[in-house]
């Protein structure tokens, strides 16, 4: 039998959670981009490596960045295992409100798993730790690129053992 996990996909408008998304499920990047209304539902299936071959199937809510705080007042984080909270690296603003998002998520949520993502690190480099806000400095990022692909099947698969490692 194989594990589900609800996994959530916030942050900003544009900063490339619906492409993460895509890249992952389908391997492929989309230039045509659409804003997403509401949510979007994709499922992916990952192969577990924690002393033995797991399956997991993450089911991934690629929600709408024009929530931001109010997406925890929806029902839409109900039963989320995790979340990845994602950062624009080539627009500042958005790595701020990736903090609020996560306090947020773990205030929700305590006990979670919750990556932070910088995607785009094709066209811009993270910010240097000490520019960002405290409460992100001792945080690990990931590095993502939704174009090259950059980072995103790692994400997962650390995500997907996170939940399984909380038995969640």
């Known amino acids: 039998m194989i594990r589900s996990a609800k996994i959530l ?4 408008i544009a900063v490339g959670k619906t492409s993460i998304a895509k890249r992952l499920v389908f391997d492929r990047f989309d230039s045509d981009y659409k804003t997403t209304i509401g949510v979007n539902v994709l499922s992916h299936e990952v192969t577990v490596y924690d002393g033995g071959a797991n399956k997991m199937r993450l089911v991934i809510w690629d929600t709408d960045g ?6 925890f007042n929806t029902t839409y984080v109900v039963g989320a295992a995790g979340a990845i909270v994602v950062a624009d690296t080539t627009r500042p603003a958005t790595i701020s409100s990736m903090a609020d998002l996560i306090e947020g998520f773990e ?3 305590p006990g979670r798993p919750v ?3 910088l995607n785009k690190v094709d066209l811009a480099e993270p910010p240097a730790l000490d520019a960002l806000r405290p409460s992100l400095r001792t ?4 590095r993502t690129s ?9 994400l997962f698969n650390a995500m997907a053992i996170a939940i399984r490692r909380r038995d969640l």
Request: net charge negative; no cysteine.
């Open 115 to 117: 990556a932070a993502v």
């Open 66 to 71: 024009d929530f931001s705080q109010a997406i």
């Open 146 to 154: 939704a174009l090259t692909g950059e980072g995103v099947g790692e």
């Open 107 to 109: 205030e929700r949520f």
């Open 9 to 12: 996909l916030l942050g900003d």
């Open 139 to 142: 945080r690990e990022f990931t």
